[in-house]
């Protein structure tokens, strides 16, 4: 069992936390934003970065060659549906993608979105960890935490329409 540490403040104690949240056992804050039959979007849980996502396998594998191919192209038509939301309802410009073999979780893709702020910290991959870690020691204000509950409802409308 691992302990983890959510966005909220509120520490978790679960094997695998993307077995948790694809599962329903945790909720995620503001629910889940879009799910198929092999995949599960929602806001991350550790980070309140409004339009922050990540997409998770519900089948706990670890490699995209682990994948089926039923399972590929509705992660390539989720991610892509899900970036298309981003732009269009949230305004976000750029992304980065994030997805490591190594992880403690299973199969599950980061979308990071970039905004304005981010950028003292540097306009590259090296920059995504400091951002996250003040996004979680800085900005879980109530204004903040409500606009990021905000554009959560506003991807989950989009996304199930």
Not at 12 to 25: K, P, R
Not at 35 to 61: C, M, N, W
Request: glycine share 4%; net charge negative; proline share 2%.
């Amino acid at each position: 069992m691992r302990k983890i540490t959510l966005s909220n403040g509120n520490t978790v104690e679960v094997e695998c936390l993307s077995c948790a949240l694809t599962s329903g056992m945790i909720e995620p804050d503001g629910g889940v934003v879009v799910e198929t039959e092999h995949f599960h979007a929602h806001q991350d849980v550790a980070y309140p970065i409004k339009g922050l996502i990540i997409l998770a396998s519900k089948r706990h594998i670890i490699c995209f060659d682990e994948l089926t191919e039923e399972e590929k192209l509705d992660y390539i038509n989720l991610l892509t549906k899900i970036r298309k939301a981003q732009r269009e309802v949230l305004g976000i410009e750029y992304v980065y993608y994030f997805y490591n073999e190594d992880t403690t979780h299973h199969f599950h893709t980061w979308m990071v979105p970039r905004y304005e702020w981010m950028y003292e910290f540097g306009r590259s991959v090296e920059s995504v960890r400091p951002v996250l870690l003040h996004a979680r020691n800085n900005m879980n204000d109530e204004e903040n935490v409500k606009s990021v509950m905000e554009a959560i409802k506003l991807l989950t409308v989009e996304l199930n329409k």
